[in-house]
């Protein structure tokens, strides 16, 4: 099983729409989540960190299920800015911080 | 907003060269990591870094591969003899904690 799966899409959608995207990681340890967003060859930029209550920033809303392994990501009312690939990123567990990279999926908000 | 900067932005170099990749991180940050993305695919951990020694590597990171934190701002990895197989693009991040800061990376081509 790969420590990270994600829909790599792409998901096409209009303007003003509701998208949601989905993960799964393999390390029940991972104790820190986050979602980052990357546009075409650039750095990762982090989108949020999920917290298991789940939390909401402005449009974006992010939810984690530390039983089922899963974390998800809910955009409203997509710009076009938000075309970019969201990458899911739980932690590799232990002190070190490092982080496990998904392959991503990618969005395309069309006028 | 403070910034992670690397240096070169892109660099060519013959195969079996060495090279020598730069990065200023944040300067309160505490844990210092190198990534690389293989163009078209997800990005990769390499190494941790605390405390100037390192605190995790990949399997990725191995002989050829080195860190060093020289004078307290910089942070370097040294790729000591290139393979075609390294061309991707290398990036630095440093964090306090959680939520790391990338820098805007090195493309590095071999060829």
């Known amino acids: 099983r790969k420590e990270v799966e994600q829909d790599p899409g792409p998901f096409n959608v209009p303007e003003g729409a509701t998208v949601a995207f989905n993960c799964t990681y393999s390390n029940s340890a991972s104790q820190s989540f986050f979602w980052y967003r990357q546009d075409c060859r650039k750095e990762p930029k982090l989108l949020m960190s999920?917290?298991?209550s789940g939390n909401e920033d402005g449009r974006f809303t992010a939810q984690l299920n530390r039983a089922s392994q899963y974390i998800s990501l809910l955009i409203r009312d997509s710009k076009l800015s938000d075309s970019a690939t969201y990458l899911c990123v739980p932690d590799g567990s232990g002190n070190t911080g490092k982080l496990i990279f998904g392959q991503g999926t990618t969005l395309q908000v069309k006028p | 907003e403070p910034e992670v900067t690397q240096t070169p932005s892109h660099q060519v170099t013959q195969m079996g060269q060495e090279v020598i990749l730069r990065c200023v991180p944040i300067s309160n940050h505490l844990y210092f990591y190198w990534y690389r993305q293989i163009l078209g695919q997800k990005v990769e951990f390499l190494v941790s870094f605390y405390n100037n020694e390192i605190s995790e590597k990949s399997e990725i990171f191995d002989d050829q591969f080195s860190v060093e934190r020289p004078d307290g701002s910089n942070f370097t990895l040294k790729i000591r003899s290139t393979k075609l197989e390294d061309s991707a693009m290398y990036f630095c991040?440093?964090?306090?904690?959680?939520?790391?800061?990338f820098g805007s990376g090195t493309r590095l081509t071999v060829v």
């Open positions: 999920v917290y298991s």
């Open positions: 991040a440093s964090s306090l904690k959680y939520g790391y800061t």
